[in-house]
């Protein structure tokens, strides 16, 4: 009898009548005929218990991510899975506690996200400046538990040269911009080795993120952008990920298995005295 009572405490709510009897005729081994209408049943029972774990899974993975303290835990946790599959630099760091947590709904994308379904997700911020190197910026989706859009920003280091400069003149007060002016110079770097391995090409690192994300492969796209009125073509998947375009470029990536018609993107872009990093279900330009 233990075993049917087992499968009667996995059928919550169901007859408990018709579950024990399934449950003895499947695990009663000497039984020789089972009626149709048992037959039925038992079908049912086992089906009934089928539908409820999985719902059970579901709901646990959802319920695991049900807070903001939550989704920071699982943001650093998988972070450092993807330093592990080699996604990231291993010195990328997130300087905690979270700086600050964003909730976001559920909800469907415009046109110009291509109707992309947005699940409810938690974006984790961790700031840099004050020593920390790094800016982070890190969407968990709570009903799978992976990082959906990543966006990280590295600091040069004084051993990091410029590849190129700005300068503007700009008044010595700002609340006082009529009065006494300065030469500012602004910095340009290209240290993304300190967010994406050197060596990663866009091939091996988009079959890396499929392989995270649960798809079976991946495809580079020409880009059509509405806000920008602008068209440019897909890299070369053998070159190198940090020799991307900067310059209001981002590459779409249809990914097998991901929502239809729906692309991803990665993005590289050069801010004074830092670099960017974007990826994932949105860009940055626009």
């Known amino acids: 009898m233990a075993a049917p009572m087992k499968l009667l405490r996995a059928m919550n709510g169901i007859?408990?009548?018709?579950?024990?009897?399934?449950?003895?005729?499947?695990?009663?081994?000497?039984?020789?005929?089972?009626?149709?209408?048992?037959?039925?049943l038992l079908t049912l029972a086992i089906a009934a218990v089928l539908m409820l774990s999985l719902s059970i899974m579901a709901y646990a993975a959802y319920n695991a991510i049900s807070s903001p303290q939550a989704a920071e835990k699982v943001a650093l946790e998988q972070l450092e899975?993807?330093?592990?599959?080699?996604?990231?630099?291993?010195?990328?760091?997130?300087?905690?506690?979270?700086?600050?947590?964003?909730?976001?709904?559920?909800?469907?994308?415009?046109?110009?996200?291509?109707?992309?379904?947005?699940?409810?997700?938690?974006?984790?911020?961790?700031?840099?400046?004050?020593?920390?190197k790094y800016s982070l910026s890190l969407t968990v989706d709570t009903l799978s538990g992976k990082l959906k859009v990543v966006n990280i920003?590295?600091?040069?280091?004084?051993?990091?040269?410029?590849?190129?400069?700005?300068?503007?003149?700009?008044?010595?007060d700002p609340m006082d911009p009529e009065g006494e002016?300065?030469?500012?110079?602004?910095?340009?770097?290209?240290?993304?080795?300190?967010?994406?391995?050197?060596?990663?090409t866009v091939d091996r690192f988009c079959a890396l993120l499929a392989d995270y994300w649960g798809f079976s492969g991946y495809r580079l796209a020409d880009t059509e952008d509405s806000f920008y009125q602008a068209h440019w073509s897909a890299v070369n998947g053998e070159s190198l990920l940090k020799d991307m375009p900067t310059e209001n470029y981002y590459l779409t990536v249809?990914?097998?298995?991901?929502?239809?018609?729906a692309p991803m993107y990665l993005q590289l872009d050069k801010?004074?005295?830092?670099?960017?990093?974007?990826?994932?279900?949105?860009?940055?330009?626009?």
């Open 15 to 40: 007859h408990e009548e018709d579950v024990v009897m399934a449950g003895n005729l499947y695990f009663n081994k000497e039984e020789k005929t089972v009626p149709i209408r048992t037959k039925r």
């Open 81 to 132: 899975k993807w330093k592990e599959l080699g996604l990231l630099s291993p010195e990328v760091t997130a300087n905690g506690p979270a700086a600050k947590i964003l909730e976001s709904e559920e909800r469907t994308g415009s046109e110009y996200w291509y109707g992309r379904l947005f699940t409810h997700s938690y974006e984790v911020r961790f700031y840099g400046g004050e020593g920390n």
């Open 153 to 172: 920003e590295a600091a040069a280091d004084e051993s990091d040269l410029p590849v190129s400069e700005f300068t503007e003149e700009m008044p010595v």
């Open 181 to 200: 002016r300065q030469t500012v110079t602004y910095y340009f770097y290209e240290n993304f080795d300190d967010i994406i391995p050197a060596d990663m």
């Open 254 to 261: 249809f990914f097998d298995g991901d929502q239809e018609g």
């Open 271 to 286: 801010f004074p005295g830092r670099v960017c990093f974007a990826l994932g279900t949105r860009h940055l330009v626009g």
